[in-house]
């Protein structure tokens, strides 16, 4: 008596649906992905930032915001001299006794158009409260949190 071979593999349909699966999962890893890797690339606009709008919250903790300029800050030499890989110029102003904003230009980063991170700070009792706005290319999904 001859015994009956078991069938071993996967049959094509299996395969197919196996395929399938990775190919929705791709679709919707990809753009997320992407979307993932602009915002990481944003954090170098916000940490070169960083010095500018702690100037801004001194000066105001100090009532010379109105006017403040990058020397009047300590900073010297252009607004083109703090920049990075993703970050084209740094603009601290000191709008106002009340407010002051930093605005950083940014170049196109992969599926994003060039533009600006827009910090707007507003001096009150407590110290300067921070507001996150994106022009250009910087849309809401790609903005840091304040």
Do not use: H
Request: overall charge positive; some cysteine; proline content about 4%.
């Amino acid at each position: 008596m001859r015994k009956q071979a078991k069938q071993q593999g996967f049959t094509l349909i299996e395969l197919m649906i196996v395929i399938a699966i990775i190919g929705i999962l791709a679709a919707i890893a990809l753009p997320a992905y992407q979307d993932y890797t602009i915002k990481a690339k944003l954090q170098e606009p916000v940490s070169i930032s960083s010095p500018f709008r702690t100037a801004l919250a001194i000066a105001c903790s100090e009532g010379v915001l109105n006017g403040a300029s990058n020397a009047d800050m300590g900073y010297s030499g252009t607004n083109t001299d703090y920049s990075g890989r993703y970050t084209t110029s740094v603009t601290p102003v000191g709008v106002s006794a009340t407010s002051g904003t930093v605005t950083i230009v940014v170049p196109a980063i992969g599926s994003m158009a060039t533009g600006s991170i827009v910090y707007t700070g507003t001096c009150g009792a407590s110290g300067m409260t921070w507001a996150v706005t994106g022009t250009g290319g910087v849309v809401a999904k790609f903005l840091p949190k304040t």
